[in-house]
C-alpha cells in the first residue's frame, strides 16, 4: 500500500520481467495521471479475462486512471464480473462476500485512519448491481447513513452478468432476460434518491462515453470521501452478453442509453464543491 512495497532491491532489479520495471518506472504512481496521457504510462489494469467489447472492463480501467492515489488505495469487492478485472490491478483488492463489501470497507477504512493518521488511505467498494444494491443493500445504506469515509462505485450492468442472466434490482421493468422470461415485473431501483436522501457529499451518474469524464468524477468521489465521508458514484456498464449487443455495438448502445435515460449527473454539497475547487486549483497551478 505504498511505493516502496513496489520498489525492487536493486540487485535484483535487472532481473525482473518488464512489465514489472515499467510498472514501478512509469506507473501512475506519485502523481496524478490523465486519460489524455494514456500510452504514455504503464497502466495498473491491463491483462484481465472479461469478455470482449465490455463496457465494465472500460470503466474500470478509467477508474484506476482517475485514482488520485493508487499506491495507497485498497479496492473492495465481491462476486461478479468486474472482480475478475479489479483482482487483476496492481492495487490491493478485497474480496468481500456477498451482502458485507460496505461493511468490509468500514472497517478497513477506520482500521487504516488509526494505522496512518499522516498518510490519507483511500478505500474503494467497486462491485456490481446485484452484489451491491439487492445483496448488499443492508450494508451499503448503512454505511452511507453513518458517512464512513469511502466511495461506493456500482457497476451497472443492470442484470446478474456473471450467474446466467437473472433480473436484479437495477434492471428495467419489462425487460425480458434469460432467466427472466416473462420480463422484469418492478421498476429499476433510484439509488441515486437513496443518495440523496443520505445527504451524501458527492454522488454522480455516468456512462464511459467520455473517458476523462468518468477519470475525473472517480478522482471526485475519492478525495470528497477523504474528508466528507460516504459518496457514490453509478455506472452504466452494459453486459453485452446477456443483452445480445454484438461487440462493435457496445460504445453506439452506450451513447443511446445515455442519451434516452442515463446521463451525466454530478449532485455535490456546497461543502464539498468549495474543497473541490480548492483543490483543483492547486493542481491548475502545480502544472504552471
Request: aromatic letters at 8%; one cysteine or more; hydrophobic letters at 35%.
Amino acid at each position: 500500500m505504498s511505493l516502496e512495497t513496489l520498489r525492487p532491491s536493486p540487485a535484483l532489479k535487472e532481473f525482473l520481467p518488464i512489465e514489472y520495471k515499467d510498472l514501478v518506472e512509469h506507473g501512475p504512481y506519485g502523481k496524478n495521471k490523465k486519460v489524455s496521457d494514456m500510452g504514455q504510462f504503464k497502466e495498473v489494469l491491463e491483462e484481465h479475462p472479461m469478455c470482449a467489447g465490455c463496457a465494465m472492463t472500460l470503466f474500470i480501467r478509467l477508474m484506476f486512471i482517475g485514482l488520485p492515489c493508487p499506491e495507497h488505495t485498497v479496492m473492495v469487492g465481491t462476486a461478479g464480473c468486474g472482480r475478475l478485472a479489479i483482482s487483476q490491478a496492481s492495487v490491493p483488492f478485497i474480496y468481500g462476500n456477498y451482502g458485507d463489501t460496505n461493511a468490509v470497507a468500514s472497517g478497513l477504512k477506520r482500521g487504516l485512519e488509526l494505522r496512518f493518521p499522516n498518510q490519507p488511505k483511500d478505500v474503494v467498494v467497486a462491485c456490481g448491481d446485484g452484489g451491491l444494491v439487492d445483496i448488499g443493500f443492508q450494508g451499503l445504506m448503512h454505511s452511507w447513513f453513518r458517512h464512513e469515509k469511502f466511495t461506493t462505485i456500482m457497476l451497472d450492468n443492470e442484470v446478474y452478468g456473471n450467474t446466467g442472466g437473472q433480473e436484479s434490482g437495477m434492471t428495467n421493468q419489462g425487460k425480458v432476460l434469460k432467466m427472466a422470461p416473462r420480463g422484469k415485473k418492478d421498476e429499476k431501483m433510484d439509488v441515486i434518491g437513496l443518495a440523496k436522501v443520505a445527504k451524501l457529499d458527492y454522488i454522480a451518474r455516468v456512462v464511459p462515453t467520455n473517458p476523462a469524464r468518468v477519470a475525473r468524477t472517480v478522482r471526485r468521489a475519492v478525495l470528497v470521501a477523504r474528508e466528507f465521508g460516504s459518496t457514490y458514484v453509478q455506472a452504466y456498464t452494459s453486459c453485452n452478453i446477456e443483452y445480445s449487443i454484438p461487440t462493435p455495438d457496445v460504445m453506439k448502445d452506450a451513447f443511446e442509453v445515455e442519451n434516452e435515460r442515463y446521463g451525466f449527473e454530478e449532485i455535490i454539497s456546497d461543502r464539498a464543491k468549495a474543497y473541490l475547487q480548492e483543490i483543483e486549483k492547486k493542481d491548475k497551478k502545480a502544472k504552471k
